[in-house]
């Protein structure tokens, strides 16, 4: 089964099912966007990247959908393993540099 | 491992007292970025500096400076602490001022009492 909805703090799904993130951005001078999982007790780590003009890119279990009409950016995950529970960030860039994120959204797997 | 360095991993400290936060980037990344991450908040831009100057600045507050030195290396110095400073900071690195991707540090716990 497949979670998608609005920009939501947690999510729980179970081992193996497909995870939707939902992430809204502010700023429509933003052409690179990030996701980020942070691991409790630790950092941020990069997981995928994507820039304004494209709407799609795909990683190893995870891709990274944008949709610039409404703002909106997605991850999604494939086959949820429980090492996948961890906070995951999305982050917006402007040709400045900074990097803003997101409110976070914490998703937890279920055995 | 991100090969960003930051130190004290724990710092317990009272209100009205200054510390000094630091940050190692990884080797070769010119770019420094200071976030505050308070419990069960968001990553809240500090500041940034490139090859040791400053680039760009979020919400920091007066009592907080930083500086980056001629080796890369970066400090936050967070002064007249109060209660609501508790927080983890992290650092991250990146090549150049305008790469997007961060390499985070494992953050520094400051607890303020």
């Known amino acids: 089964g497949e979670s998608v909805g609005l920009h939501l703090p947690t999510l729980s799904v179970q081992e193996g099912d497909n995870s939707i993130i939902n992430c809204a951005y502010s700023?429509?001078?933003?052409?690179?966007f990030i996701w980020y999982k942070q691991e409790s007790g630790k950092g941020p780590q990069f997981i995928i990247d994507i820039r304004s003009n494209m709407d799609k890119r795909q990683g190893q279990r995870v891709t990274v959908l944008l949709n610039k009409t409404v703002k909106h950016l997605s991850l999604q995950i494939a086959a949820t393993q429980p090492g996948d529970s961890a906070v995951y960030f999305c982050a917006e860039n402007t040709n400045a540099g900074k990097s803003t994120f997101g409110d976070g959204t914490t998703l937890t797997v279920k055995p | 491992d991100s090969g960003v360095t930051q130190t004290p991993k724990h710092l317990i400290t009272a209100t009205g007292q200054r510390v000094t936060l630091r940050c190692s980037p990884r080797?070769?990344?010119?770019?420094v970025y200071w976030y505050q991450q308070s419990l069960d908040q968001g990553l809240q831009f500090l500041i940034q500096?490139?090859?040791?100057?400053?680039?760009a600045k979020g919400n920091i507050l007066e009592r907080f400076s930083a500086q980056q030195f001629p080796d890369l290396h970066s400090e936050l110095n967070l002064s007249s602490l109060e209660l609501g400073d508790s927080a983890l900071y992290f650092c991250a690195s990146s090549v150049a001022p305008q790469s997007g991707e961060l390499f985070f540090g494992e953050g520094s716990r400051l607890t303020v009492l």
């Open positions: 080797s070769g990344d010119l770019s």
């Open positions: 500096y490139y090859n040791g100057e400053e680039r």
């Open positions: 700023n429509s001078a933003s052409d690179y």
